[in-house]
């Protein structure tokens, strides 16, 4: 399987990890929307969020509930804004993003994060 999120679950590709359990791994997104983007995806490759059972499926929100609390704490956004995909890479991803303004969740806005930002948010973030 060539799945770019699959390779970096098992470590092949690096990542800048905030969050692993049996189930899941969430890590910092290299082409961030806003700084404190962090993308959560169940470890086994799935391309379709309401395929998922239970109780993976209410994990998935149950944590990424717990990581837009410390985002936002850490960001000082008004809210987490949540995007689900599984489309641009074909494995589940749940997009929490730090937002403000209406439009701040757009994907137009991503851009490369500087590598002192991603490492910077990595220690900021990560849940122990």
């Known amino acids: 399987m060539d799945c770019v ?20 791994f969430a890590f910092l ?3 961030p929307i806003r ?8 470890k086994r490759h799935s391309e379709y969020i309401f395929e998922l059972e239970d ?7 149950r944590i990424a ?7 936002k704490d850490v960001t000082k956004a008004k809210r987490v ?9 074909n494995h589940i991803h749940l997009h929490l993003v730090p937002v403000n303004e209406v439009n701040d969740l757009d994907p137009c806005l991503a851009k490369k994060a500087d590598p002192k930002d991603l490492e910077r948010m990595q220690s900021l973030l990560k849940i122990k």
């Open 81 to 89: 804004g949540l995007a689900i995909e599984g489309i641009s890479v």
């Open 55 to 61: 109780p993976l499926y209410s994990d998935m929100f």
């Open 35 to 42: 700084s404190g983007h962090v993308l959560l995806v169940p």
């Open 5 to 24: 999120f699959c390779k970096i679950i098992k470590g092949e590709i690096s990542s800048y990890k905030v969050y692993e359990d049996e189930d899941v």
């Open 29 to 31: 997104d290299i082409n």
């Open 65 to 71: 509930r717990t990581l837009s609390r410390k985002i």
